[in-house]
């Protein structure tokens, strides 16, 4: 087992809405877009809670074509499939000038100003499921698997950021919706267990919000 430390610069907020968790976005992105000429890059999860925020966010006037969002993880399935994280992104960014990246296994990741961290219930998150046992210390950036067992409602292999990808980045953020979530999310910061999560926040040295 990992040994998981506690995080000491978690944030949590309740209630915060879609158009509240985007403001809050848009003033991380402003700060970084004024501090700089150069691109900013972030990272960025699939699934359902994102894209409303994300419609939110785009109401918001920055300069979105100095924008390159990395999705996180995505399916092993065309761009143009449904179950497509990366089509998902580029279609929610369409006509904005951002720049969405493909994510594959020789990918050269950057660092990011920022990594929006999708998490499941069972703890696993961007598509690092315990199974798969997900490591602080794993030398690539980019990994290729299949979840054991494969989640009915996407039963497709994965390609993901490694937990090393993800912490290379300014801050995190987690946005999670639920009780169940949050009870993770909760043991997880206390350094309880050993779940995907746990292992990616006990390893965090940047700050980390999440909107519960």
């Given at each position: ?9 978690f ?37 359902n ?13 920055l ?87 494969l ?21 995190l ?40």
């Amino acid at each position: 087992m990992i040994a998981i430390a506690p995080v000491k610069q978690f944030v949590i907020t309740d209630g915060m809405d879609d158009a509240g968790v985007a403001r809050w976005l848009a003033e991380r992105l402003a700060a970084r877009f004024a501090g700089s000429d150069e691109p900013v890059v972030i990272a960025m999860p699939g699934g359902n809670t994102p894209f409303p925020i994300i419609a939110e966010l785009l109401r918001l006037a920055l300069p979105w074509r100095r924008l390159t969002v990395w999705p996180t993880d995505d399916r092993a399935v065309p761009e143009d499939h449904p179950a497509s994280n990366t089509g998902a992104l580029r279609a929610a960014f369409a006509g904005s000038g951002a720049r969405i990246i493909s994510l594959h296994e020789t990918a050269a990741v950057p660092r990011f100003a920022l990594a929006w961290v999708g998490l499941g219930a069972d703890g696993h998150v961007a598509s690092l499921f315990a199974s798969s046992g997900p490591r602080p210390d794993d030398p690539r950036s980019v990994v290729r698997l299949t979840p054991d067992p494969l989640p009915p409602e996407a039963p497709f292999a994965r390609i993901s950021l490694t937990i090393p990808a993800l912490l290379n980045s300014g801050e995190l953020l987690v946005v999670a919706r639920g009780e169940e979530k949050r009870a993770v999310l909760e043991g997880a910061c206390d350094g309880g267990g050993d779940l995907p999560i746990a292992r990616l926040l006990g390893a965090a040295t940047q700050p980390v919000t999440v909107f519960a």
